[in-house]
């Protein structure tokens, strides 16, 4: 089925979904949400793509759930919509994925953000959970991520004031990776993407697991998960062209297997 809130393309390796909701700030009604996770496991399946972009347009990255379409929710509603299960399939992806934030994100937004790897913001870019405002809180993973990423006092605080954040204060908190200016995040996140692209998938995707590893279990299964990836990276044909490579003084060239 055609996609309705979202356009897709593909760049030199990179699978691209833009978000397309522009009369609504790219708000995230809950097909847009379906649209986004379907296209991220298509593209997670396509050999021919290396790296997942995720990106707005230049007002808004995307302002949070779709306001309209849960405000007359109730508990027993949700309860059995289980609107949230799809975000859960997000986690999923063994690919690199980076959110390219110009404008808003918020709400929901912001969970989509830091449910990417990694984050490439503007300048004028503004981070928030104005959930509080509306009298509910985050639903979408909020208050696990950003108290991950900045700690628990700054999470609170920001969660608790559904204050929004600037691209440079979410960078001096370790909650995104790059900031630019405006004009720049797309060609600034193609590069990362485009470097990404250029390293050995199989490392790749292994160094997500452990890394993420890292976030949620004691260091001893952490160090566990890492030694059995380091190991299987050894089954690769990559890890032999890449030393390979080294031993004889040239670039590797990657296959993926
Ligand atoms: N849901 C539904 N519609 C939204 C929306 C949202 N989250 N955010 C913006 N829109 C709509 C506006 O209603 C408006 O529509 P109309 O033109 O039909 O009136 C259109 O998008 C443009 O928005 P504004 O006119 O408000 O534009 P602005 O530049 O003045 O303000 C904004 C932009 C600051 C993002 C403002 O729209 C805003 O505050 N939006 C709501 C942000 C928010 O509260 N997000 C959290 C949602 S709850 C959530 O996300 C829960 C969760 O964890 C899953």
Redesign the pocket.
């Known amino acids: 089925m055609a996609n309705e809130f979202i356009q897709t393309y593909v760049e030199k390796k990179t699978g691209i979904i833009q978000l397309d909701r522009p009369?609504?700030?790219?708000?995230?009604?809950r097909q847009m949400v379906d649209e986004i996770v379907e296209q991220m496991e298509r593209f997670d399946r396509d050999d021919s793509i290396r790296v997942i972009v995720v990106k707005g347009n230049e007002?808004?990255f995307?302002?949070?759930?779709?306001?309209?379409?849960?405000m007359d929710d109730s508990p027993l509603s949700l309860e059995l919509t289980n609107?949230?299960a799809v975000w859960d399939r997000m986690m999923l992806i063994k690919k690199p994925v980076i959110a390219a934030v110009n404008?808003?994100a918020?709400?929901?937004?912001?969970?989509l953000a830091l449910h990417c790897d990694l984050i490439v913001a503007a300048e004028n870019a503004?981070f928030?959970?104005?959930?509080v405002?509306?009298g509910?809180?985050?639903?979408?993973?909020?208050t696990q991520f950003l108290t991950k990423a900045m700690g628990r006092a700054k999470a609170l605080e920001w969660i608790w004031l559904?204050q929004?954040m600037s691209a440079r204060e979410a960078l001096h908190y370790g909650v995104i990776n790059r900031v630019v200016a405006p004009e720049m995040v797309k060609e600034e996140t193609m590069r990362l993407a485009h470097q990404l692209a250029g390293q050995a998938p199989v490392a790749v995707r292994l160094i997500k697991e452990a890394v993420d590893e890292a976030v949620d279990t004691p260091l001893e299964d952490g160090l566990k998960l890492e030694r059995k990836n380091f190991y299987l990276a050894f089954a690769s044909q990559d890890q032999k062209e890449g030393m390979k490579a080294f031993t004889e003084k040239r670039s590797p060239s990657f296959k993926g297997v």
Request: charged share 15%; glycine share 22%.
């Open positions: 009369q609504a700030a790219n708000a995230l009604n007002k808004a995307a302002a949070g759930a779709d306001i309209d379409e849960m609107p949230f404008g808003f918020l709400g929901g937004g912001f969970e503004s928030g959970f104005p959930e405002t509306l509910v809180m985050p639903g979408a993973g909020g559904g929004q």
